[in-house]
């Protein structure tokens, strides 16, 4: 009976920490680290070129996904990943006061960086194990929620926290203290996982027995995603669907934090970490859980249009913040709040898109692959964003930007999806 209750725990004792968990790495190198390295004296050129190529683990996860989908089970994965990502913190943390910190700094974030890829290979793959289709979208909005409430978590109150620390420590000495927090939480999270993921009985290594059977199982997995119909759409779908947010989010530190003399908002630390964190963290949690529960209503054809239409509004909010550079922290959190809503919104539909996609035998390194495009699809533009944004200004820059609003649109017209795709079944 013990057993039978490992395999069917409700999900909302597993699924919420397993996201929060999977975003956090992701949240640290992509976005913590730009608003360190922001405040510690580095070009938003620097930034934008440098931090972009920690995408790069997400770009190719694909090609070590096979090991995590034939070799022992996701959730050994999961658990030996976080302890790995716990000690990729701390020593983030110990190395910040160094005088080489940048170089010593990306290196240790790029070993965080291809530690949270596996870690989203597994947990992607546990997800769709341990829950039926109908349960994952019923559940895909606290999903994408929670995944998105780490990321502005770090963006918010993490930033908050190392900007009160700022005013007492010192730069380099807050920020170590941030990183090494979360470290602590991160060795927690792998102790809490320890007992409380489930054990599907699906969760279980391939059966090979020799190097030439491993090859063909690996092999096999990409042969039969790139052999999938409308192969070609689904990958532009993949890498474009998100262009907008690949430069937005890698500039959005630097522009709150610039002076307003040239462009920016002016301001504090501690104040983006507001923006994000207290008024993001609530909008986001109310997008997500719309576009969940919409999908699990309606279906996912019935909103993807809709939704990849909504992804694109709140790039009107940031030309208006560019162009009137307001002084009040109310209004400003009240914009960051309504693209978080957005954000949270549309997204739901992108997340259950790849679901859809991987469906078949080989669905954890099929995910993988999703994921390795939609990452390959952030990091090419973001790493051009930030001298592209220097040499146009944020102004002209954000116009720029929401003219990608047209690729997006038409192929997004031309994906096909099931009709009832993703719509939950009344119980009978």
Known sequence: MAEVSRITRHPLRWVPTLYLASGIPYAVVMFISVIMYKKMGISNTDIALYTSWLYLPWVIKPLWSPLVDILRTKRLWIIFMQFLIGVALASVAFTIPLDRF???????????????ATQDIA?????ML????GTQAQYIGLRVTFYRIAMVTAQGLLVVLAGNLEKITGIALSWSITFAFIAALFFLLALYHMFFLPRPAADISSDFHAAGGFLKEFLATFFEFFTKKQTGIIVLFLLVFRINESQL?????????DSREIGGLGLSTADVGFAYGVVGIISLLAGGIAGGIVIAKQ???????????????ADVVFILLSYFQP???????????????TYGFSNAAYTMFMIMVSEGAHKTAHYAICTGLMALGMMLPGMASG???????????????????IP???ITLGVKVDTDYGRKKEAA
């Not at 940048?102 to 949270?116: I, K, M, N, P």
């Not at 002084?327 to 978080?340: D, K, R």
């Open 387 to 405: 001298a592209f944004q220097e040499m146009l200004g944020y102004r002209s820059f954000y116009l720029a930007v929401f003219l990608t609003i």
């Open 249 to 257: 989010v890698k500039l959005m530190a630097p522009f709150m934090l």
């Open 408 to 410: 997006a649109l038409v």
């Open 299 to 313: 279906g996912l054809r019935f909103w993807l249009l809709p939704m990849a239409l909504i992804m694109h509004i």
């Open 130 to 133: 341990a829950l039926d289709q």
């Open 123 to 127: 947990a992607d793959g546990f997800y």
């Open 327 to 341: 002084e009040n922290l109310a209004l400003i959190s009240a914009a960051v709040g309504f693209e978080q809503f």
């Open 102 to 116: 940048f170089q010593v700094t990306l290196a240790l974030l790029w070993l965080l960086a291809f530690s949270g």
